[in-house]
């Protein structure tokens, strides 16, 4: 196999590279041509596992993609990419193997975005009971509440603001409360949020005060975050550690010990040459 030959086969793969993941970005993708999608994507949806289908259904809800043709646009282009590769290499082996491992890349990207998402929003939560404490105690319900403390402007909406914004809205139509707040948990998947749903619940059928909830689901979380924090706190010797092994301590021991092993070399030195 000659030079060239791998030159142009690097080149390809990173011209596919680059397209690939311009395609995948939200922006471009929601671009594509619908009617195309569609009709490469109905048979080729027919070919998954029931299971497989239904988890990137899920996922993809998770992931605030929610229109009606996101699961076709990631299956159009998680199909565009193994047939790009397997095209974009020599078609062999091991490019069949590249583009199998490049039809799960989506997956591991959506994750990702997923963990994000959900970092985001249990960092915020805190922040938002209590300011919905606040408007209780001011003397709102609940449901105004919601409304008073998501921004108005669109730019600074945070993930969490997202889905309140669903939740308000859902309330708003006139659902059920006890369904508003489970379709809320199922959006986000966060335990923080099915812990405050079911408390909300709990006070709607027995009659709880919310600020009361509120006050306690706050006090919960505060506690929660210093526990995480006193764990984190706790590895951070060991986590040190590997770094004060393997980096600072042979510097320190170079400088340390090596003016006195220069000295104890050149003492060796001259008695063997006496």
Not at 67 to 81: A, H, P, S, T, V
Not at 137 to 142: E, K, R, T, V
Not at 216 to 228: E, G, I, M, P, R
């Amino acid at each position: 196999m000659s030079n060239n030959y791998i030159i142009n086969e690097l080149i390809s793969f990173g011209i596919f590279l680059i397209t690939y993941i311009y395609i995948f970005s939200k922006n471009f993708s929601r671009q594509l041509n619908i009617a195309i999608m569609i009709n490469l994507i109905d048979d080729f949806s027919k070919l998954l596992p029931a299971n497989y289908a239904s988890y990137l259904k899920l996922r993809l809800f998770t992931g605030n993609y929610r229109q009606n043709n996101d699961y076709e646009r990631l299956l159009f282009i998680k199909l565009l990419g193994c047939i790009l590769i397997f095209l974009f290499l020599a078609l062999n082996i091991i490019s069949f193997m590249v583009s199998i491992s490049f039809f799960f890349l989506p997956d591991i990207l959506l994750n990702q975005h997923i963990k994000r998402r959900q970092t985001l929003i249990k960092l915020e939560l805190p922040k938002k009971i209590d300011l919905l404490l606040l408007c209780v105690d001011a003397g709102l319900s609940l449901d105004s509440s919601l409304s008073k403390i998501i921004p108005e402007n669109l730019k600074y909406l945070t993930p969490l603001d997202e889905e309140l914004t669903y939740l308000t809205k859902d309330l708003l139509f006139g659902l059920n409360k006890e369904i508003a707040y489970s379709e809320f948990y199922k959006r986000t998947q966060v335990t923080e949020i099915a812990s405050l749903t079911s408390a909300l619940m709990q006070s709607n059928r027995l009659g709880i005060s919310v600020a009361i909830i509120l006050r306690n689901q706050s006090d919960y979380l505060v506690n929660k975050t210093a526990k995480l924090l006193e764990a984190k706190a706790q590895k951070l010797p060991i986590l040190m550690a590997f770094p004060l092994w393997f980096f600072i301590m042979p510097a320190l021991l170079i400088i340390v010990l090596g003016p006195s092993l220069m000295l104890f070399f050149d003492q060796i030195r001259i008695i063997k040459g006496n």
